[in-house]
């Protein structure tokens, strides 16, 4: 196990970035962030001819998921961790690595049934054990710390970064950034400041069995909006955790992936895997009705919802594309929330705040990035690239529905595609030579 601060003593990393102002040179790539994407990113770069990478990461403990998402259900099938592990040679190295020394994350996952899901904490330790074997390569700067600015020098075309770590600032050099920095759920402020009355429970804590019974008591009427992967896992744990009431909130209807030939249709935003099970046969048609602890509420107008405002046919129109009816949701909210005691906002994940970005010279700031969710570009900044669950692929499916990529074995199968030329980039001026 590394040192956390072990770039910050006499190291053969130390000779690519320096604790004063000017960074003592220029890396061939810096990655933001250590969760799948950014270790896929590390990679990836490695693989497409990178020989120096600088990587930081406030923890370097897999991202999100082994921090918030252990006991949540997988919605994607093992077989694709285990292609995302050995997705690119420097993962397969780290496996061949550690095989002779017994039982690892990776060792786990290959040994599970294939086609079905399991729980997250499989899948961060996965991205730990990854993690920690990229850290240890020659080629690899790991810095623990948290990129606060990243100013372009058009140049010299290289970006310079400013960090901060546990042992004060660092700048680093660097031809190309990756920003894999990841997302939070979103919760709803002006909803919250017109319902003070309500204790908002954190998404997170609402997909933490052992968290929430801290959260929750057999007083509770919980609302719970959304339906999603989150607010289906949201509802049951609640159920679960025995409260008085949970009230689900919707504006569309389940929707569930489908397998078809060859393709899965909506495999990024519909139900799978142990949610769609549970979804199938305790919230939809009138499956709901069955628990008396579970009421459903429709937001959407023109569906068959009764005086109190709970729906009797789970079946409206899908109108997620379409704007919502504020006035008609709000109306409905004032009538049901009540006795309501606290929620859970299931109602999406907007990216983390980026590191400040400017153009060197002017001190401007990049304002309008212009992200190319088909090269991982931005259209408005050079040498930037994006990718993860900040910045994901886009896709189009053969009904020409439109939707972003997210999950491990998509994020490497997007930068495998991209970043043989992110790396091939060349420099303005040395195009013109
Ligand atoms: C509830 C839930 C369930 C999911 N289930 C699955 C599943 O079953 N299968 C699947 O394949 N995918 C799943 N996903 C989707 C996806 O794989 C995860 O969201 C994953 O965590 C995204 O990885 P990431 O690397 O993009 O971001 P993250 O895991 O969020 O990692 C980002 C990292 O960047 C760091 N960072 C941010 N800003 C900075 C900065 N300025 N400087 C340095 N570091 C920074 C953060 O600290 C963090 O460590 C799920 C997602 C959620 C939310």
């Known amino acids: 196990m590394l040192h956390p601060l072990r770039l910050f003593r006499a190291s053969p990393h ?16 810096l990655v933001v962030g250590a969760g799948p994407a950014g270790a896929a990113a590390v990679g990836n770069l490695l693989e497409s001819g990178a020989t120096q ?4 990461d406030p923890l370097f403990t897999g991202g999100r998921i082994p921090l918030e998402y252990n006991e949540v259900p997988s919605n994607t099938k093992v077989t694709f961790f285990v292609q995302y592990a050995t997705g690119v040679q420097p993962f397969r190295d780290v496996i061949a690595q550690a095989a002779s020394k017994g039982e690892n994350a990776f060792s786990k996952l290959e040994a599970m049934d294939q086609n079905t899901g399991c729980e997250l904490s499989h899948a961060g330790e996965l991205v730990r054990f990854l993690t920690d074997g990229l850290r240890e390569r020659d080629d690899v700067s790991p810095i623990f710390g948290s990129v606060e600015k990243l100013a372009f020098d058009a140049e010299t075309n290289t ?196 590191p400040e970005l400017v153009d060197a010279a002017s001190g401007q700031a990049f304002t309008d990035l212009d992200f190319d969710h088909k090269t991982g570009t931005f259209r408005a900044v050079p040498r930037l690239y994006g990718c993860g669950i900040a910045f994901p692929q886009e896709v189009t499916d053969p009904d020409g529905r439109t939707e972003h990529a997210v999950g491990f074995f998509k994020f490497m199968r997007f930068l495998r595609a991209v970043t043989p030329t992110w790396v091939n980039d060349k420099p303005v001026a040395e195009e013109k030579k």
Request: with cysteine.
């Open 53 to 56: 990478v600088a990587w930081v």
């Open 159 to 354: 970006w310079s970064a400013s960090v901060t770590g546990k042992n004060g600032p660092a700048s680093i050099a660097a031809e190309r950034v990756v920003l894999a920095s990841g997302s939070h759920p979103l919760s709803l402020p002006a909803f919250s400041a017109a319902h003070p009355e309500l204790r908002e429970i954190p998404l997170d804590i609402s997909l933490s069995p052992s968290k929430l019974t801290s959260f929750v008591g057999p007083e509770d009427v919980v609302a719970v909006i959304g339906s999603s992967h989150s607010a289906v896992l949201a509802v049951r744990n609640l159920m679960h955790a025995n409260v008085k009431e949970v009230r689900n909130y919707f504006r569309s209807p389940l929707r569930y992936a489908q397998f078809m030939d060859g393709w899965i249709r909506r495999d990024n935003t519909g139900l799978k895997g142990e949610a769609a099970i549970w979804a199938q046969q305790n919230l939809d048609a009138a499956n709901w009705r069955k628990h008396a602890n579970l009421s459903r509420v429709c937001l959407t107008p023109g569906a068959d919802v009764d005086e109190d405002g709970m729906i009797h046919n789970n079946v409206v129109e899908d109108r997620s594309a379409t704007t919502p009816d504020l006035a008609h949701e709000q109306a409905i909210y004032a009538e049901t929330l009540r006795d309501v005691t606290k929620i859970v906002f299931a109602v999406g994940f907007a990216r983390n705040s980026l």
């Open 14 to 29: 130390l000779r690519h970035f320096s604790t004063m102002a000017a960074p003592a040179r220029t890396f061939d790539a």
